[in-house]
């Protein structure tokens, strides 16, 4: 992982930022979004993740999160990562109605060319934007911005009907995770 952005406070809540290379916008599919949301649950249940807030966008992820005692929220990140960019590739690859199943597959190829990596794609980018959250105004700035990314974009009307976002679990709802609300 970069070492710009580290996980300093091992108890620390932080919101993190995963991008796909080249901002390409691979999540419009659903089966790509349901890839990470099954992934999300299993670092939760398996791997130490504490999900407090998160949302799928077309080309990146937001979550604030924090690691369980006994876990490295850095290690969870990197396994995540790893683990679904070759999920992710495996589903395009094997995804008969991709009808840009190449495109794609050429714009992760290329980015491996550009990071010298011995994987033959390279889907996230390098490292991922942690930020600690250190009051309830930072944790309320990030929460407001999770949940307000897919009525920015356009997507819906309310935060609540965002389907790939925490925001139905602060409006009373049930989501597609498990989290822990702020």
């Given at each position: 992982?970069s070492?710009?952005y580290?996980?300093?406070?091992?108890e620390?809540l932080?919101?993190?930022?995963m991008t796909?290379q080249?901002?390409?916008?691979?999540f419009?599919?659903?089966?790509y979004?349901n890839?990470?949301v099954?992934?999300l649950?299993f670092?939760?249940k398996?791997?130490g993740?504490?999900?407090?807030?998160?949302?799928?966008?077309t080309?990146?992820l937001?979550l604030i999160?924090r690691?369980?005692?006994g876990f490295?929220l850095?290690d969870?990140?990197r396994d995540?990562?790893?683990?679904?960019?070759?999920s992710?590739?495996k589903?395009?690859?094997?995804?008969?109605?991709e009808?840009r199943?190449e495109w794609?597959?050429?714009g992760f190829?290329?980015s491996t060319?550009?990071?010298n990596?011995?994987?033959?794609?390279?889907f996230?980018?390098v490292?991922?934007?942690?930020?600690?959250?250190?009051?309830?105004?930072?944790i309320?700035?990030?929460?407001?911005y999770?949940?307000?990314?897919p009525?920015?974009?356009?997507f819906?009307?309310?935060?609540d009907d965002y389907?790939y976002?925490?925001a139905?679990?602060?409006?009373?709802?049930?989501g597609?995770?498990d989290?822990i609300?702020?």
């Amino acid at each position: 992982m970069s070492t710009r952005y580290r996980c300093r406070n091992p108890e620390g809540l932080y919101f993190v930022t995963m991008t796909v290379q080249h901002w390409i916008d691979i999540f419009t599919r659903c089966e790509y979004k349901n890839c990470l949301v099954e992934n999300l649950d299993f670092c939760h249940k398996n791997k130490g993740l504490e999900v407090f807030a998160w949302v799928i966008m077309t080309n990146h992820l937001h979550l604030i999160v924090r690691a369980k005692e006994g876990f490295v929220l850095q290690d969870i990140l990197r396994d995540f990562k790893k683990h679904t960019s070759k999920s992710i590739i495996k589903l395009i690859v094997e995804n008969p109605q991709e009808s840009r199943k190449e495109w794609l597959l050429r714009g992760f190829r290329k980015s491996t060319e550009q990071t010298n990596e011995k994987e033959k794609y390279s889907f996230w980018q390098v490292g991922s934007h942690q930020i600690e959250l250190w009051s309830n105004d930072v944790i309320d700035e990030k929460l407001n911005y999770i949940h307000n990314n897919p009525v920015k974009a356009g997507f819906v009307f309310r935060e609540d009907d965002y389907l790939y976002s925490s925001a139905v679990d602060y409006a009373g709802g049930k989501g597609l995770l498990d989290i822990i609300k702020v």
